[in-house]
């Protein structure tokens, strides 16, 4: 059974603050996605990593796929209010076909 | 184009009551993935299925949950004899190929008194 350990559960910071959140599995998967999900919505796609060492930004937003593509982070510059969700990272592929592993998600507050 | 589509998007049912949800993939989209979410937790596989196919049922539950994806129509996974442990968020997902990107539907919340 593949895994992922998201971490931290929880993180509640102050606008403007940086912040990174880790996804870590024993399993190598195909691609590594991260996912964002607002209250009473399904997980939108926020970026796919494909190659291991890869390094993906979106704004203020930079994510990474570890070389041995076991394991991921999403680190946020300057975090603002609007950040405030929940993060999903997802596995694709590995002993998985077809399906998505996610992890057990961060829930993110940014204070004003 | 309309996004992955769900329904109803809220149901509550008793105990022992029978619930069915809907999932109508994109437009093009043969593939569909159902998840479930416990509430403040990530989202766990269910089943995949192809048109008329289930490719993967590993994430189900042994007894009461089903789950169909016919020729014509949407998906539907049923759950007989709901319990209160059934209550969670049920995502549908739909992709147009088995390794492409999986988009996701608004989710159907089942609540059970």
């Known amino acids: 059974t593949q895994l992922l350990e998201q971490s931290p559960q929880f993180l509640s910071i102050q606008e403007g603050e940086n912040l990174t959140v880790y996804c870590n599995s024993s399993?190598?998967?195909?691609?590594l996605q991260w996912y964002r999900q607002e209250p009473g919505e399904g997980p939108v796609l926020l970026v796919t990593?494909?190659?291991?060492?890869e390094v993906k930004k979106l704004k203020r937003l930079t994510f990474q796929f570890g070389d041995a593509r076991k394991d991921s982070s999403l680190h946020i510059t300057a975090a603002q209010p609007g950040d405030t969700g929940l993060y999903l990272c997802?596995?694709?592929?590995?002993?998985?076909?077809?399906?998505?592993?996610f992890g057990q998600g961060t829930i993110l507050t940014v204070h004003p | 184009n309309a996004g992955v589509m769900q329904n109803p998007r809220h149901l509550v049912r008793r105990r022992g009551q029978e619930a069915r949800l809907r999932c109508s993939p994109m437009?093009?989209?043969?593939?569909v993935y159902w998840y479930r979410q416990l509430p403040e937790e990530g989202l766990k596989f269910m089943v995949y299925l192809q048109k008329e196919n289930i490719i993967d049922e590993s994430g189900m539950p042994k007894e009461r949950f089903s789950a169909e994806f016919p020729k014509e129509g949407p998906s539907i996974l049923r759950i007989q004899q709901v319990v209160r442990g059934d209550s969670a968020a049920y995502f549908c997902?739909?992709?147009?190929?088995?390794?492409?990107?999986?988009?996701f539907g608004p989710g159907t919340r089942l609540t059970v008194l």
């Open positions: 437009k093009g989209h043969s593939h």
């Open positions: 997802a596995g694709v592929g590995g002993t998985s076909y077809g399906k998505l592993t």
């Open positions: 990593v494909v190659t291991g060492g």
């Open positions: 997902a739909s992709s147009p190929g088995r390794q492409d990107t999986q988009y």
């Open positions: 399993s190598v998967f195909s691609s």
